[in-house]
Structure formats: structure tokens, C-alpha cells
């Protein structure tokens, strides 16, 4: 029930095109859901978050989109850049606890 | 966001010794938590660093195998004791603010044991 499930493993996008994560939880208790990107050799940083009251969330280039009642979220990255090419986690995590529960990691290339 | 500094960011140990990483953040936080990261791995959450009193282990964890200090609001230590080659992996601090959810992470500290 604490699990974070993303999909897919690995990714491969042309420049310019759309980058689609997808993860899924069960724990209802969630309300804080957060993406992570990091590049080799550095730690994860806070790329965007979302709370479970609004259905999407929108910085720059990067969205998220909340399913509540599916239980899923997905991040959308638009126009993907070389830049963009890194591991992306997503995580979940509830006030209580404020243990974040990362998924498994989706591992980005964008190519020129 | 906060700006969050571990020490040593990279070492070389032999099976059996110890070694303690230090995490230092430039603002008072709320939480302070260790992870784990095998290369190509997730994030495993070791335990929760609470001040002045005990940490906060994570099933798989051991207070003798990884014990962590937190005298004060922007400092904590992890140890990795008797290490074995197992043991080497990236550890990395993170902290969460006084009043948001977000939680931030240092640059990690890779370890090698050989």
C-alpha cells in the first residue's frame, strides 16, 4: 500500500517533443505529490509538486496531471530538450508522516 | 529552497571501518532524513534524524549500523560502521522546511568499500 509505481523505465524522445512519466498509488492517506529530476552524480532536485486538490499544475515547460479517483499522475514535459535528459522520480507523501515514497525511476533521453 | 552541504562527497574505505558523513543546511528545518541510492537505483529512506533525541530507523535499519546525531536544527551526522562492500552506495541527506511539505536534498556522498 506504501508503494509509488512509475512507468515507464526508460525513455527516448526527438527534441522537441513531449516526455510522459507515469506513476500510481494506492495509499489514499497521500496528499502531496512531488517530481524529482536528477542528473549523475547529484542529488534529486524539487522539480514540481501537486496536492490532490487541483487536477493538473503547470511550471514552464514541465506539468503535472492528478487523477484523483484513478489514483495516478502523470508529468508532461513539452518541447524536451537535451538538457531535460536525466532520471525522474516521482514520490508521494502525507502530512503525518512526511516520508516521501519515491517511485522507481524513469530514466529520460532526449535526442537532438 | 535550501542550501544543503554533506561531507566528504566522495570515499574509499576498507571492509570494517567507519565512516560519518556529515549534512549541514543554511536554515533552521523541520526534518532531516538519510537516504540510500544503489547506482540506477531508487531512494531508500534509512531513517529520520530527530533532534536530541533518537533517530527514527526504517525497516532493514540498524541503530548500530548506521547510528545518526542531530544536535540542532541544521546539522546531522550518519556513520556507516563495520562496512562491507555491500554497503557502498550513495547516501544522501534531506531536509524539509518549517512550514512547506518540500523536501530538498544534499549532493549525496558516494561511498566505496572495498
Known amino acids: 500500500q506504501q508503494q509509488v509505481k512509475q512507468s515507464p523505465q526508460s525513455l527516448i524522445v526527438q527534441k522537441g517533443g513531449i516526455s510522459i512519466i507515469n506513476c500510481a498509488y494506492e495509499n489514499t492517506a497521500f496528499d502531496y505529490f512531488p517530481w524529482y529530476q536528477q542528473f549523475p552524480g547529484k542529488g534529486p532536485a524539487l522539480l514540481i509538486a501537486i496536492r490532490p486538490d487541483v487536477s493538473e499544475k503547470k511550471e514552464g515547460r514541465f506539468t503535472i496531471s492528478f487523477n484523483k479517483s484513478a489514483k495516478q499522475f502523470s508529468l508532461h514535459i513539452m518541447d524536451s530538450q537535451p538538457g531535460d535528459s536525466a532520471t525522474y522520480f516521482c514520490a508521494a507523501s502525507n502530512e503525518s508522516a512526511s516520508k516521501i515514497i519515491f517511485g522507481s525511476g524513469t530514466r529520460l533521453s532526449i535526442r537532438p | 529552497s535550501a542550501v544543503i552541504s554533506q561531507k566528504p562527497s566522495r570515499d574509499i574505505c576498507q571492509r570494517g571501518t567507519s565512516l560519518t558523513i556529515q549534512c549541514q543546511v543554511d536554515?533552521?528545518?523541520?526534518?532531516m532524513f538519510w537516504y540510500r541510492q544503489q547506482p540506477g537505483q531508487s531512494l531508500t529512506l534509512i531513517a529520520t534524524?530527530?533532534?536530541?533525541?533518537?533517530?527514527?530507523?526504517e525497516s532493514g535499519f540498524v541503530i548500530d549500523k548506521f547510528p545518526i546525531s542531530r544536535p540542532n536544527l541544521t546539522f546531522s551526522t550518519l556513520t556507516v560502521s563495520n562496512m562491507s562492500p555491500e554497503d557502498s552506495s550513495i547516501y544522501l541527506c534531506?531536509?524539509?522546511?518549517?512550514?512547506?511539505?518540500?523536501?530538498?536534498f544534499g549532493p549525496g556522498t558516494r561511498l566505496t568499500v572495498t
Open positions: 534524524a530527530n533532534q536530541g533525541s533518537e533517530a527514527t530507523y
Open positions: 536554515s533552521q528545518v523541520t526534518m
Open positions: 534531506s531536509v524539509v522546511h518549517m512550514d512547506s511539505y518540500e523536501q530538498y
